[in-house]
């Protein structure tokens, strides 16, 4: 059945559950511990119900899950797969015992009320995934907590060394001076708020609706013996009405925004820099017929996140009354990372099994290993971008251009 479905012989090896065996079994192979397995495919013959089954561990892979994955994924962008007629699905179904009630979503399926994007919902939304644990982000993550894109000067790079070029390279973009004043939009566990403070002397201000993150950040602040200079609040931000700030950083905090609300997020960003102010965005983007996460990723991941195209996103800024100055693109720089995280789980799993229960360190291993092959494969890319406030009178800024182009 299943190679009458992908129209040629299998890439991958299948175990089932009795035994019985399909395709190559010296490399990847995918085992089917049960018929509940199968059912969720019935149910939802897709990413999702795919997804659920390897989470409650009815599905496992063994080999490498990553190959596995792009393995399918070459069969698929090659047009090569069909969609198997219902007669047939059903009569598979039938001889295996598998029809019957759908059953439940794996508990670590998120589960939202609410409109979408409504402060309360965006709350539940980030809870889902930053609050999983504070250890567990320790575990996985470089010590500076950075979750997000990497910088890698050179092949011999440690994720930390790569993380710290990430965020001195953000300080640099953005002109810090001692005694400016700095806005971190969903600044994470504080990585870069501390970062600029420390080595380049700004006063930062950090924003999170993470109450795990504000918390794990008053730690390090007060270990950093920063606490004159850095500030956390537990505030959305739209909730933020300082006078203007000299430069604001949010980095790939943009994809939990909503496409409805961005235009709220541009121009919020707008009226909280001084004119002449720089703005960094880092933010993934995506193909334009492909704007969210994916089943997968919205419903265990990072539920209600919408990526768009990097040219949609300036097409927000400038509309808000930003002028773009630079774009740069890091996609390859998230395989790395991503890689590293990856390798730091499959390190310290048992670890992380104790901390987060198996369900949650299988959704991790589920997302890492597709995240790192979405990147590879171009389908996913992440951006730096760079935009000025103009001012009123339209001054030159010439010689802040020229030290873009030092700090690039």
Not at 145 to 165: G, I, K, N, P, V
């Amino acid at each position: 059945m299943a190679e009458r479905v992908l129209g040629s012989a299998l890439p991958i090896g299948i175990r089932a559950w009795d035994g019985s065996v399909a395709g190559p079994q010296d490399g990847t192979v995918l085992v089917i511990r049960s018929r509940d397995a199968l059912r969720r495919l019935v149910w939802s013959p897709n990413e999702l119900g795919l997804a659920r089954a390897y989470v409650s561990g009815e599905l496992d892979v063994e080999g490498d899950l990553a190959e596995g994955l792009s393995q399918i994924w070459g069969l698929v962008r090659r047009g090569v797969t069909r969609r198997p007629r219902v007669a047939e699905v059903v009569k598979l179904a039938l001889q295996l015992k598998v029809l019957g009630p759908n059953p439940s979503a794996p508990r670590e399926e998120a589960r939202l009320r609410g409109a979408l994007h409504t402060k309360a919902r965006d709350r539940d939304a980030i809870s889902h995934h930053y609050d999983l644990s504070n250890a567990f982000y320790q575990l996985v993550l470089d010590p500076s907590m950075a979750y997000s894109c990497a910088y890698f000067t050179s092949a011999e790079d440690s994720l930390a060394q790569a993380q710290h070029h990430k965020l001195d390279l953000v300080c640099r973009k953005l002109d810090l001076r001692p005694g400016m004043r700095l806005l971190d939009v969903g600044c994470g566990w504080g990585s870069m708020i501390i970062h600029a403070a420390r080595d380049y002397g700004v006063r930062a201000v950090g924003v999170t609706i993470s109450a795990q993150q504000r918390d794990h950040i008053l730690g390090r602040v007060a270990a950093e013996g920063l606490q004159d200079q850095v500030e956390v609040r537990l505030q959305d931000y739209r909730e933020v009405l300082d006078e203007p700030f000299d430069a604001i950083s949010t980095i790939e905090m943009g994809e939990h925004v909503g496409e409805s609300n961005y235009p709220t997020y541009a121009a919020t960003l707008y009226r909280l820099l001084k004119p002449e102010g720089r703005l960094l965005l880092q933010q993934m983007s995506r193909g334009r017929n492909a704007p969210g996460g994916g089943a997968f990723i919205e419903s265990y991941v990072a539920p209600d996140m919408h990526m768009r195209p990097v040219s949609a996103t300036t097409g927000h800024l400038e509309a808000a009354g930003l002028e773009i100055r630079d774009v740069h693109a890091l996609r390859e720089h998230y395989v790395w990372t991503v890689r590293a995280w990856a390798q730091t789980l499959e390190d310290r799993w048992d670890e992380v099994v104790a901390l987060v229960g198996e369900g949650q360190a299988r959704v991790w291993r589920l997302y890492l290993a597709g995240g790192a092959l979405t990147f590879e494969e171009g389908r996913m890319g992440v951006d730096q971008i760079l935009a000025v406030r103009r001012s009123e009178h339209g001054r030159s800024g010439m010689p802040r251009v020229r030290r873009e182009l030092v700090a690039r």
